[in-house]
């Protein structure tokens, strides 16, 4: 298989060590050094395109993959209010489309704990809930996509809680999400229910880039070929 990285930052650099540990070829590397001159040619070459870029340039390179006919998957965050617009685009350019706000099977394994957790919630309306979240240093949007995804699986399930806000709640109605940044954490999502009595908290920890790396190249592997728009739990329930 023929991988295009578009965005070979440190996530870019893990999943090239283990593409080729696995004998894939990778035919095109964007960075800094080359991210105003890569090509449309060069693309073409890829069977796939894996995109870990910034908010600001997301867009337009997914965009581009779908113009020349590669389906692309997709890490970066902080754009994802307009993702209907990508979703669009895709459907007219006929191109493949995957987005994960996080590609670690564990943490997609969280996100179904946390809808369950909070189906059972409901119903005890004692407990306040909040998120936390905490990144390294070189990560510039808080709260987090995780975070965002965890947070709209409760305001799903939790009736009293209508929407998510940064940091400390003013209203009832409101979702903290609480975001910290230090130096060298993979990243690490707790919820917190909280009441006079006691406080129940499940919490996902990663330790290293492996665990998103290694979900990135299974949903580029499953994405060959393949046209429409998907995430990671239409990949994880065709297994």
Known sequence: MK???????KMGKTIEQLAIEKGYEIVLKVD???A???????????????????PESAIQNITRCFECGVPVISGTTGWVEKIEEVNNSCQKLDGG??????????????FKLNKILAKMMEAYDSYDISL????????????SGTAITLAEGLLEKISRKSEWVKETAQQENELSIFSKRIENVPGTHSINYDSSIDSIEIKHTAHSRLGFAKGALMATEWMKNRKGIYGMEDMLSSE
Not at 97 to 110: D, E, H, M, R, T
Request: overall charge negative.
């Open 36 to 54: 105003k001159t890569w090509t449309n040619e060069e693309l073409k070459q890829a069977d796939v395109a894996i995109e870990f870029t910034r």
């Open 32 to 34: 800094k050094s080359n």
């Open 132 to 143: 936390e979240e905490i990144h390294h240093t070189q990560k510039l949007d808080a709260p």
């Open 3 to 9: 991988i295009a990285l578009i965005g070979y930052g």
């Open 97 to 110: 489309f995957f987005y994960a706000s996080n590609f670690s099977v564990g943490v997609n394994l969280f």
